[in-house]
């Protein structure tokens, strides 16, 4: 009953509160970001939900678009600003996802939605994590976020799938504040984001 009822109703209602209350700071990060990025401040990609159903994944965007003069983007920390930094560092990239839990296709809690490339790579343990709605954060993130390795996040991305409850729900959500106040676990050890799954 929890997953199925209560969960998207809870996750509809929150969605709708927090967007009201963080408007004011939505409208900031926003104007912040228009001049750091010299253009577009969000961040649109397709990325797989629930059963594999593709959505478009809305969040800030904190890098911009600097190329090598062969014309490929640069690495990501070359492309990080300042401000993109900031905003990475207390989470407030994620905080446009709420459009997405509004629309039904996230959850607050849940797997993180990983990039449509890497459906192929997936063993069958690993796709166990598209049998929920992903989450804006979850058990991997209140874990280690980028800082575990590939096969540590999916193990707790199935874990959560198979003991998902209210107070499982409620312990994440602390968890999360927590972490956005320590900053930990925003960079893997050799990248600015996270290195490339490969299967």
């Not at 963080?22 to 990060?29: A, H, N, R, T």
């Not at 968890?175 to 930990?184: G, P």
């Not at 960079?187 to 799954?197: G, L, N, R, V």
Request: glycine letters at 6%; aromatic letters at 12%; a positive charge.
């Amino acid at each position: 009953m929890y997953r199925d009822i209560v969960k998207p109703l809870a996750d509809f209602s929150a969605a709708m509160v927090l967007l009201i209350l963080f408007s004011p700071l939505l409208l900031i990060v926003f104007l912040m970001l228009v001049f750091a990025n010299l253009g577009s401040p969000f961040f649109l990609q397709k990325r797989p939900g629930k059963d594999e159903r593709i959505f478009t994944i809305v969040k800030f965007k904190t890098m911009n678009d600097r190329k090598d003069e062969q014309g490929n983007l640069l690495p990501d920390e070359q492309r990080l600003t300042p401000v993109g930094k900031f905003v990475r560092k207390t989470s407030l990239d994620e905080l446009p996802q709420l459009f997405n839990v509004l629309i039904g296709d996230m959850s607050l809690v849940g797997p993180r939605p990983l990039v449509v490339r890497y459906l192929n790579r997936y063993n069958a343990f690993q796709k166990r994590r598209h049998e929920v709605k992903p989450g804006i954060t979850g058990l991997a993130q209140v874990k280690g976020r980028n800082a575990i390795s590939w096969e540590e996040k999916f193990n707790y991305d199935v874990w959560y799938v198979d003991h998902l409850t209210f107070w499982e729900d409620l312990k994440i959500l602390w968890l999360t504040v927590l972490k956005v106040v320590k900053s930990e676990g925003i960079s893997s050890d050799t990248s600015a984001t996270m290195e490339e799954f490969m299967g």
